[in-house]
């Protein structure tokens, strides 16, 4: 959701179109009534005159969404900070909410410190283990050669006879 000054931008470009718009008709669909009760009524065969009663009830709608757009911009202002407060008031407003977001930031850095340590011992655990499981092969290894061996001396083997070829 934007700000309140952005919505508050946006709603007077908003009422500037609409007073355009609403000039824009009424310059291009107005009959051309005198002035003067002496002066003759003029024409204009290229303008595209409305009748009296669509002409009023247009007129009537485009002023009743203007006074509508002006209330929406009036409760925007008044909505504003700062409005039926004083400085003083304000600048210790500014200065709590700076405050609160310097402790913020000291907590986010201790969240962060926190989160590293985890990740440390964590690391270290999984280290430990994958050493402990790599520890656990290698025992059983040379467990299992242990074993290899002792059956070969057992079998009374002393001299084993490898054929060669000859070439």
Do not use: W
């Amino acid at each position: 959701m934007t700000d309140r000054l952005t919505q508050l931008q946006i709603c007077l470009d908003q009422m500037m179109e609409q007073f355009c718009a609403t000039l824009n008709y009424i310059d291009k669909n107005h009959d051309f009534e005198p002035s003067h009760p002496l002066e003759a009524k003029m024409s204009d065969k290229h303008a595209t005159v409305s009748n009296p009663e669509e002409f009023s009830n247009t007129i009537d709608e485009l002023s009743t969404d203007i006074i509508l757009k002006t209330r929406q911009v009036i409760k925007l202002i008044d909505s504003l900070p700062g409005v039926d407060v004083s400085t003083e008031e304000q600048m210790h407003r500014i200065d709590a909410l700076q405050k609160s977001l310097v402790d913020t930031e000291n907590k986010k850095i201790e969240a962060i410190k926190e989160k590293e340590k985890l990740l440390k011992n964590v690391d270290d655990l999984i280290t430990l283990f994958v050493s402990g499981i790599a520890d656990s092969r290698r025992n059983l290894n040379s467990t299992n050669d242990n074993v290899m061996s002792d059956n070969f001396k057992e079998s009374n083997v002393t001299n084993i006879d490898i054929p060669s070829k000859d070439l």
